[in-house]
């Protein structure tokens, strides 16, 4: 069984890290309890059915997903979690896994 950090606890593991540490601070007082009610807990909106999906019908779940997070309370914490995590599927924060990859890509100079 995979053990998933509360979002403080990531927190406190990254807080070497200044963008983290901003992150941290931003999201200090928002309560775990806001964090246990949020509305990600449908995993199925957030990490897909387990049974195929086409192309339609993910894009149309992962807007609805974003819709959820875009008013969501906890957004920046989930935000700090997913780019400690990595995950390789969901949606994070409104991210999906492979736009949460793109933005912790170190940029290349030109």
């Known amino acids: 069984m995979t053990h998933t950090p509360r979002p ?6 990254v807080a070497a890290d200044p963008a983290m540490r901003l992150l941290g601070e931003l999201t200090d007082d928002l309560s775990v309890e806001v964090a246990d009610g949020a509305a990600c807990a449908d995993p199925e909106l957030h990490t897909g ?20 997070c ?4 906890i957004r920046l914490r989930c935000l700090a ?6 995950p390789e599927v969901g949606i994070w924060a409104g991210y999906t ?12 100079a030109s």
């Open 8 to 13: 403080g606890a990531v927190l406190r593991l």
């Open 49 to 68: 059915p387990d049974v195929p999906e086409t192309a339609q019908e993910r894009q149309a779940r992962e807007d609805v997903a974003k819709s959820v």
């Open 70 to 73: 875009a008013e969501c309370p």
């Open 81 to 86: 979690m997913a780019l400690v995590l990595r």
């Open 97 to 108: 896994a492979d736009e949460l990859a793109a933005l912790s890509r170190p940029a290349v």
